[in-house]
């Protein structure tokens, strides 16, 4: 019954592989978000899509591409990876793209990159 | 200078304290607030919305001031439950940062019973 869910919920992989992470949402939420918590426990957002259309996309290497199959799914791709990209990843969803809205954390996807 | 800011701490209280945190943000167009709340090892999850000049829910209060531009979270009667990183985080009404979550590197509590 998790509203949010991620996976894998831990990765561990070397430099230069290429892995994926998914996220599936079933509240029926027409926006979904990636973040990345780094070892600061900063927390900031990469990209964002409403009904599979990419809205937000921040400073973000383009080794980091995003897609979203429809809009309950919302995967990321990482190429290349490096040991700065070890960190946590959260996907959100939110029922629009309204300011107003709260955002559901999905449990997150801990990286590592040896 | 950081587009949110709060108090890193670690705050260390005892049972039964009351403890507040403040949270400043830069950008004047913010229009959302929220406090979200996140265990070790957890997602972040929603504490509060502050939408105009603050709200309460039990034991914990928010207040705004937009004219200062913070936001503050007040904890009375403080549990050992209530041990985490608060996060204060804001949102902009418009432009390409519609949506958008900004969020303060958190406030670390602990609660001693």
């Known amino acids: 019954d998790t509203a949010v869910s991620q996976t894998p919920k831990y990765l561990v992989t070397q430099m230069g592989n290429d892995k994926s992470i998914k996220c599936e949402q079933n509240?029926?939420?027409?926006?979904m978000y990636w973040y990345k918590q780094d070892s600061k426990k900063f927390l900031k957002i990469m990209f964002s899509?409403?009904?599979?259309?990419?809205?937000i996309n921040e400073t973000v290497p383009n080794r980091f591409s995003p897609k979203s199959p429809d809009k309950a799914h919302l995967n990321l791709h990482i190429n290349s990876l490096e040991l700065g990209d070890s960190a946590v990843y959260f996907c959100?969803?939110?029922?629009?793209?309204?300011?107003?809205?709260?955002?559901?954390f999905g449990p997150g996807t801990r990286l590592t990159v040896l | 200078r950081k587009e949110v800011e709060q108090d890193p701490g670690p705050f260390n209280v005892p049972e039964g304290a009351t403890v507040a945190f403040n949270c400043t943000y830069s950008?004047?167009?913010?229009?959302?607030f929220f406090w979200y709340r996140q265990d070790c090892r957890k997602e972040p999850k929603l504490l509060m919305s502050?939408?105009?000049s603050g709200n309460e829910d039990g034991r914990f209060t928010a207040q705004l001031n937009k004219a200062s531009q913070y936001v503050s979270l007040l904890i009375r009667d403080s549990q050992p439950s209530d041990s985490a990183t608060y996060l204060c985080?804001?949102?902009?009404?418009?432009?390409?940062?519609?949506?958008?979550?900004?969020f303060g590197q958190g406030t670390i509590l602990t609660v001693h019973p």
């Open positions: 959100a969803s939110s029922q629009a793209r309204v300011f107003t809205d709260t955002q559901y």
């Open positions: 509240l029926g939420h027409d926006t």
């Open positions: 899509y409403n009904n599979k259309e990419l809205i």
């Open positions: 950008n004047s167009a913010s229009q959302s």
């Open positions: 502050v939408y105009s």
């Open positions: 985080a804001v949102t902009a009404a418009g432009g390409t940062s519609y949506g958008k979550l900004t």
